[in-house]
T-cell receptor, first 114, second 116 residues
Framework: GENVEQHPSTLSVQEGDSAVIKCTYS??????FPWYKQELGKRPQLIID?????GEKKDQRIAVTLNKTAKHFSLHITETQPEDSAVYFC?????????????FGQGTRLTINP | DAGVTQSPTHLIKTRGQQVTLRCSPK?????VSWYQQALGQGPQFIFQ???????QRGNFPDRFSGHQFPNYSSELNVNALLLGDSALYLC???????????????FGPGTRLTVL
């Protein structure tokens, strides 16, 4: 019950358009949902996160929405730019006996076409 | 403010050998988690160290072991290397001690391990 399903696996959009990546999960105890961006050969970098007590969070061109009832959360990138091209991972946090671990989705390779 | 650092950057080993990877957490953090990222996949949780103890372990065999030192830095050891152990090994640091505990895990640059 700790899998995170992420879709799509690849996404290609025109520069300036919006991109949406969706993740679904089954662990109803999860209460923290971060999104990481990983450029080729680089470390995963946190770009936005959301906690279960809110339904939406926005940071400039990036927003995340969470539907706890339906157990899915989504990343929205508006006005995409070439530098947004990367692999994006959703994740959720599981807390087990005081320890925390992140469970990641399979990743979405986003390509922004100029 | 120093970020998460890892060493070495790259490593090439042969099957059956042993390897030790190192991680220094972000300044002010007390917890180190280790992840394995195979090519084209998301990171998989190996284990987490807090207060010099292994607090939680993922679905990895006992060949994978670790240690945390009093300065919060950590090592990941892998014995009897297999070809399938080839991956990017990431450590992530966070702060668990109350009252300033945080949810966020910050990743290091990783160590690329190749097993031949």
């Amino acid at each position: 019950g700790e899998n995170v399903e992420q879709h799509p696996s690849t996404l290609s959009v025109q520069e300036g358009d919006s991109a949406v990546i969706k993740c679904t999960y089954s662990d109803s105890a999860s209460n923290y949902f971060p999104w990481y961006k990983q450029e080729l050969g680089k470390r995963p970098q946190l770009i936005i996160d959301i906690r279960s007590n809110v339904g939406e969070k926005k940071d400039q061109r990036i927003a995340v929405t969470l539907n706890k009832t339906a157990k899915h959360f989504s990343l929205h990138i508006t006005e995409t730019q070439p530098e947004d091209s990367a692999v994006y991972f959703c994740a959720l946090r599981r807390i087990i006996q005081g320890a925390q671990k992140l469970v990641f989705g399979q990743g979405t390779r986003l390509t922004i076409n100029p | 403010d120093a970020g998460v650092t890892q060493s070495p950057t790259h490593l090439i080993k042969t099957r059956g050998q042993q390897v030790t990877l190192r991680c220094s957490p972000k300044s002010g953090h007390d917890t180190v988690s280790w992840y394995q990222q195979a090519l084209g996949q998301g990171p998989q949780f190996i284990f987490q160290y807090y207060e010099e103890e292994e607090r939680q372990r993922g679905n990895f065999p006992d060949r994978f072991s670790g240690h945390q030192f009093p300065n919060y830095s950590s090592e990941l050891n892998v014995n009897a290397l297999l070809l399938g152990d080839s991956a990017l090994y990431l450590c992530a640091s966070s702060l668990l001690s109350a009252p300033l505990s945080t949810d966020t895990q910050y990743f290091g640059p990783g160590t690329r391990l190749t097993v031949l």
